[in-house]
């Protein structure tokens, strides 16, 4: 029943943060200098038919909202606007039925754009997500066992300089020396490979994905090896653990059924929510390695003063990181008993 | 009998919210904490009176009341003659300089970044008390050495870390002194010190209400070692005093069940001694579910149907002595 | 990375901390590191070969020169010095880091401080406020923001500030919540101090460590993103900060003309600057809130032999259950001498006996109870006696041996505090398996959960409570199942550690009659390690009385209590309380407990003792034989036999 009340009180509480991103959203692209109007008007493909056609369809030529446009205090209170006719609530209404506008540059609807871009970002974060976690626990777990010996003196420095080392940094690094060794420096796919059968397509895509995916690794195993570690030596500090240890338990048997699984709680919070970040934070990865994702769509639309994109990429990312966050404390909930849900 | 009294308490209650209000439901009833829960009590100058017993008793939120800490739900507190109940913030401030408190916790009553000197100095600086630098290093240096720790100069400069448990309990007695309070509420004072040191602070409280006049709230679970220094004791239950009298006629003449069987309970040094052990079922009660009628009647082991049904009021047993117990009701 | 809460317990003035900090490698490695690259700031112009704003003639020959003695580090895209360059950029980069991190934390400190300090309806709005912040994503909007506005160094630190201060407004919050729980607020709060006073002298020096970690994590965090904006080419074009550089560097060919030089130089710099930082954070975390970088599962020490101090026959008994002889331990003090915790403690116990160990604390009874099942902390060392189990010494056993002995023979009632028993797994599962690992032939099947509320029905806890885990159990309830776990194998000694100490009176009184029964019933020996001395007196056969590390008296319980004869013994009964004669005024005993490290030369309690002569504070006393079954270890004894 307490359960079922805090669930409810997570998830409301994401909606209500989720609707104020998505108006937050609105607003950031409308505030900022460089009008989505006149941005859009600089196509020259489009006709002055088409401008105004997708004037009208966005509601590009209506205010903004009530009276916002004035700010004039003393017109608050006698606007003439009828506020459902304001771009506002144009928005919102066709972000209900899902459609997040129209390119301006490539005048393909945004939703598609995103969801295949989505894909490959998700393809090269869930590889790197995956050994960054296998790798980063396991040392954190060894150097914690043996916390104190060069052992994990050596293994913390290593962490603390991968955690130290810029992203894109690492990038440019690794694809140096890849350029040099021969293996593919940009995209997801060589050029020519979709008339190759299935799995040699994927081979090349394996190929192009490693380099990134080593980045993303190296950056991402640093830190979690800090936090296994740092929570594993306060775990194994713990009374129960001496009372493990009193009953005549094994080292390893302490390990596997007392200590891991209370060190990997903290982590568990950690990884939902770099999830939910890295869909953004790929950025760095996608631009060095022109990776077709998420990231590298940011970076396009932004030089190319493509709202739309920019809006609705924006609010994919903003949406999944609190999603992941709403997902990391249901997880952590459940997982740990003393969790109040009262 | 008003006249004589010092410090009044009048059907004092205090309530606290058991579940967060924003997880509340509108259906759901609302369940309070009732940590004190309708205390009446009397106190006289330079009088020390125990106020005794377990976990969840109310004893300590009595105290924060008592200080002004926190606002009673209901009920009156007068000091001489005045209703201190509700004060705001500068009626109160005057009125800390006549109540001061001795925490439990000697490693937690001090702020780790301060010196001795800048602790028992703080009081004065709040108050400002003192016209001058040398007036107030004066009051310090007394204070201090009224509490033990002289030569006072030794002990200026140091940090608390610096210092052991007994000498950090006599810090804060000094810093509470500082002010010339008239009541001093010390809420456990020695549960946290060794054994050997224990005397030490009591014996100095005693002095204190000697040469200084001090009345004492002492707060305990351990009667014992208050026993040649309290005038009364006054025993509480679930948020209510079930028995008070003087000291040999709490522990003599007993007649509340609880008392009775609290005080059999309680381990004293004498291995030849074979007594007979009321020990009482089931946990420490929760102040939340307070059972209806006595609130003792679930762990009484004299209980009988009535109990079930009325709350006992207190039955005078002697000029000085109550208990409220049915029992007792001829 | 979050840095833990910080409690503070040596109250660090200025020198006294740069000593304990100087000691700390890392921070102290972080420092250097980073004082480096701000002097290579301030001195730029004195250090660098060129002058940056020169243009001299600049031909396309001079772009991407390999490392020469004209340019040690070759050349950019530019054909500028590469050197010149990353000298200056340090001055960028770190302006923009300081400056942004400066931002951040004033806001994250307010906020923090102010949401803490005054709770309620401020803090929910703040803390929420909060929260939105940290969900919204903080890189594309930066990009989106600078892109927008105008690409500035003024932009951008007004960006990253404007960002950046989420953690620190928690980390700052949490530390304000648990300072303004803290007992020495509540007596600011009861002296009559103000708000204004309670934030000032009491939160804020507090909380000041906290935002000085954050400081230094909200600088590197800042750099890094300074460098990663300007990378995807939003950083201020008119200052070349490291970035910048990689910016030029990786946009203009450097990859594809094997620059490396270009593109190493100026990510090396942002590497040593976070990772100065970062060190520096670690290391100021570290003295500021030390964490005992030992835990339960290090490697013990070997045991080691000496033979010093040969005990006294202390008892007539015929194969006891246990005999300890002249056990010893210490602790490893790196750098100073050992403290010798234990030293050349004996006594017996025989099935059914219950022995009571009474000592104030840091007289070091629990290591005495540790050492016997060889669960010492990594420092603690056993350095001399036996623990003969029925003839077995389980000081000599090896790990394995010992582990089999551990809980089926001999097992440990510890503290019940909230973390003696795991608290994510339930009570049942955990008694559960101490019996399969001692009993490995027991079915693994309904047989064995029969068992299990078997034994919670033996302490009075209900069969159901089985599947609930411990915080959902009662400070006594928890006593209870430990004990019940204790007696999971039918073992014939129990330790139990003070077990009853945080209990309620009456809680107390039924788990001492529940242990008193157990053993009538079970025939088991308790060793029972307490320190009050009613307890004793009505549960102990025995009693063994240690001071400061050493047996002080050691008798039946009848002598030690009606005929004590070593003053330590005289005068901490004199200190103690007894109900039955409660104008009995109490007597103290002047000074304090000796710490183990530091102990007094001779007899340990010469210090404290009204009868103390010369010899007393020159030579440890031997234990001397006063009888049957009683020894005492004091010089005044020595003529009585």
């Known amino acids: 029943m307490n359960r079922w009340r805090y669930l409810i009180n997570k998830i409301s509480w994401a909606l209500f943060t989720i609707l104020f991103v998505i108006i937050l959203n609105f607003f950031l692209f409308r505030i900022l200098p460089g009008d989505p109007a006149r941005a859009g008007v600089r196509d020259p493909r489009l006709t002055r038919e088409n401008i105004e056609a997708i004037r009208i369809r966005y509601g590009l030529d209506k205010p903004i909202i009530n009276c916002f446009e004035s700010l004039n205090p003393v017109k608050i209170g006698s606007c003439v606007v009828n506020p459902l006719d304001t771009q506002f609530f144009i928005y919102m209404g066709n972000l209900i039925r899902g459609d997040m506008m129209i390119s301006f540059h490539t005048n393909r609807p945004v939703t598609d754009i995103l969801s295949e871009r989505l894909g490959n970002t998700i393809l090269l974060i869930g590889a790197g997500q995956i050994l960054a976690i296998i790798f980063g626990v396991f040392f954190g777990m060894f150097s914690a066992w043996k916390a104190r010996t060069s052992l994990d003196y050596a293994s913390l420095t290593l962490s603390l300089v991968a955690w130290s080392i810029p992203t894109f940094w690492l990038g440019v690094i690794l694809l140096f020396w890849g350029s040099n060794n021969g293996m593919p420096i940009a995209g997801m796919s060589t050029p020519g490979m979709s008339s190759y059968p299935l799995f040699a397509q994927w081979g090349d895509i394996a190929r192009h994905m490693f380099l990134p995916t080593l980045t993303y690794t190296i950056v991402y195993m640093g830190e979690y090896m800090l936090i296994m570690r740092s929570s594993l030596l306060d775990v194994l500090s713990e009374d129960y653990i001496l009372t493990a240890k009193a009953k005549g338990l094994s080292v390893f048997q302490i390990l596997k059924d007392h200590a891991i699984k209370n060190a990997m709680l903290p982590l568990v919070t950690i990884i939902a929510i770099n999830l939910g970040f890295t869909v953004g934070g790929v950025v760095q990865i996608e631009t060095v390695f022109s990776w077709p994702g998420l990231g590298m769509t940011i970076v396009e639309a932004l030089n190319r003063r493509d709202f739309p994109v920019l809006q609705g990429a924006f609010l994919l990312i903003a949406v999944s990181v609190i999603v992941a966050n709403l997902l990391a404390d249901l997880a952590y909930s459940y997982l740990d008993p003393r969790v109040k849900t009262e | ?301 004299m209980v009988m149907s009535t109990c079930k049904a009325s709350d006992p009021p207190f039955v005078t047993l002697s000029k000085t002595h109550q208990a409220a117990c049915l029992l007792l009701v001829k | 990375m979050e840095a833990q809460i910080i409690k503070i317990e040596a109250a660090p003035r200025f020198h006294e901390f740069w000593r304990t900090f100087r000691k700390n490698h890392m921070g102290l490695v972080g420092l250097v590191m980073l004082a480096i690259v701000i002097f290579v700031a301030i001195f730029a112009p004195i250090l660098s070969p060129y002058d940056p704003s020169s243009t001299h003639n600049v031909t396309t020959s001079d772009v991407y020169n390999a490392p020469s003695a004209a340019h040690w580090l070759g050349t950019d895209d530019a054909g500028q010095d590469v050197l010149t360059n990353f000298i200056f950029g340090a001055r960028v980069s770190l302006i ?312 089926k023979d001999i097992s440990i009632v510890f503290q019940g505090a909230m973390n003696a028993l795991n608290p994510v797994r339930t009570v049942g599962e955990q008694i559960a398996e101490a019996i399969t690992k001692h009993l490995p032939g027991f079915p693994r099947d309904q047989r064995l959960q029969e068992r299990v509320i078997e034994l919670l029905d033996l302490v009075g806890i209900a069969a159901d409570h089985r599947d609930h885990y411990p915080h959902q159990y009662s400070g006594g309830m928890r006593q209870r199942a430990m004990i019940a776990m204790a007696l999971a194998c039918n073992p014939q000694v129990i330790i139990a550690d003070e077990p009853t100490t945080a209990l309620d009176v009456m809680i107390q009184a039924q788990i001492l009659e529940l242990l008193d029964s157990l053993r009538k019933k079970l025939g088991l020996a308790i060793i029972f390690v307490t320190h009050d001395l009613g307890v004793v007196a009505e549960m102990c056969d025995r009693v063994l009385v240690m001071y400061g590390g050493v047996t002080a008296e050691y008798a039946d319980v009848d002598i030690i209590y009606n005929g004590a004869r070593h003053p330590y013994t005289q005068e901490l009964l004199k200190a103690f309380p007894d109900l039955t004669k409660p104008k009995k005024k109490l007597s103290s005993i002047p000074g304090y407990p000796p710490r183990l490290d530091a102990l007094p030369i001779g007899c340990r309690f010469a210090p404290r003792c009204l009868r103390a002569i010369e010899r007393c504070h020159k030579e440890q006393p031997l234990m001397h034989k006063l009888g049957d079954a009683h020894v005492a270890s004091c010089h005044l004894l020595e003529a009585t036999k």
């Open chain 2, 1 to 301: 009998m008003s006249k004589d009294n010092f410090l009044e308490v009048r059907g004092l209650k205090k309530y606290f919210d058991a579940d967060r209000p924003s997880l509340r439901f509108a259906s759901r009833e609302a369940r309070y904490i009732h940590a004190v829960d309708g205390v009446d009590f009397n106190l006289r100058r330079s009088e020390v009176i125990a106020l005794v017993g377990e976990s969840g008793c109310g004893k300590s939120t009595l105290a924060l009341l008592l200080m002004g800490l926190e606002e009673p739900t209901s009920g009156t507190i007068l000091f001489e003659g005045r209703d201190i109940t509700h004060l705001n913030d500068s009626e109160r401030k005057d009125l800390r300089r006549k109540i001061q408190m001795v925490f439990q916790d000697p490693y937690e009553s001090l702020n780790p970044t301060q010196t001795i000197e800048e602790i028992i100095n703080e009081p004065l600086v709040v108050h400002g008390i003192g016209s001058s630098k040398s007036e107030r290093d004066e009051r310090v240096k007394k204070a201090m050495e009224d509490s033990g720790l002289k030569p006072a100069e030794v002990y200026l400069k140091r940090f608390p870390h610096e210092l052991s448990g007994g000498q950090r309990q006599r810090v804060v007695i000094a810093a509470a002194l500082v002010l010339e309070p008239e009541i001093l509420l010390a809420d456990e004072p020695v549960s946290m010190l060794d054994v050997s040191i224990r005397a030490e602070i009591i014996n100095l409280l005693a002095e204190l209400r000697i040469t200084r006049q001090i009345a004492v709230i002492f707060i305990t679970h351990d009667l014992g070692s208050v026993g040649f220094f309290a005038d009364r004791v006054a025993v509480m239950y679930l948020g209510r005093i079930v028995e008070i009298g003087t000291m040999l006629e709490v522990l003599e003449k007993t007649e509340h069940p609880y008392t009775k069987a609290l005080i059999s309970v309680i381990p004293v040094p004498n291995p030849r001694l074979r007594r007979e052990r009321i020990i009482l079922k089931g946990e420490t009660p929760n102040p939340i579910d307070v059972p209806a009628g006595c609130r003792f009647h679930p762990r009484c082991p």
């Open chain 3, 96 to 407: 923009i880091g300081f400056f942004a991190a400066f931002i951040s934390l004033i806001i994250g400190g307010v906020f923090g401080i102010v949401a803490g300090f005054y709770g309620g309806r401020t803090e929910a709005v703040l803390m929420r406020f909060t929260d939105i912040m940290l969900v919204i994503p903080d890189m594309p909007l930066m990009m989106v923001v600078i892109a927008l506005t105008k690409p500035s160094i003024l932009n951008i630190i007004i960006v990253i500030g404007a960002l950046y201060w989420t953690t620190t407004a928690r980390m700052v919050r949490s530390q304000t919540l648990a300072v303004k729980s803290r007992k020495f607020v509540l007596r600011a709060r009861a002296i009559g101090s103000g708000k204004g006073h309670i934030i000032r002298h009491h939160i804020l020096p507090l909380v000041l460590p906290i935002l000085v970690v954050q400081a230094v994590l909200v600088v590197s965090s800042a750099v890094l993103a300074e460098s990663t904006l300007s990378f995807l080419g939003l950083g201020d074009p008119t200052a070349l900060s490291w970035g910048q550089m990689l910016n030029y560097a990786f946009g203009r060919g450097a990859m594809s003309t094997g620059a490396w030089w270009a593109l190493v130089v100026p990510g090396f710099g942002i590497v040593w600057v976070v990772l100065g930082l970062t060190l520096l954070g670690q290391g100021l975390e570290q003295v500021l809130n030390p964490r005992l970088d030992t835990h339960h599962l290090m490697p013990g020490r070997p045991v080691v032999r000496n033979e010093a101090g040969k005990g006294v026959e202390i008892s007539n008994e015929q194969n006891p259950l246990l005999d300890v002889q002249n056990l010893s331990v210490n602790y490893v003090n790196n750098g100073k001498p050992p403290a010798r915790a234990v030293e050349n403690i004996s006594f017996t116990l025989k099935e059914g006996e219950l022995v009571g160990l009474v000592g104030e604390s840091g007289c070091g009874k629990t290591t005495l109870m540790l050492a016997l099942l060889r669960l010492l902390p990594a420092a603690g060392q056993i350095v001399n006696g036996n623990v003969f189990f029925h003839d077995r010494d389980l000081t000599t056993l090896t790990d394995d041996e010992i582990n089999a002995v551990r809980w």
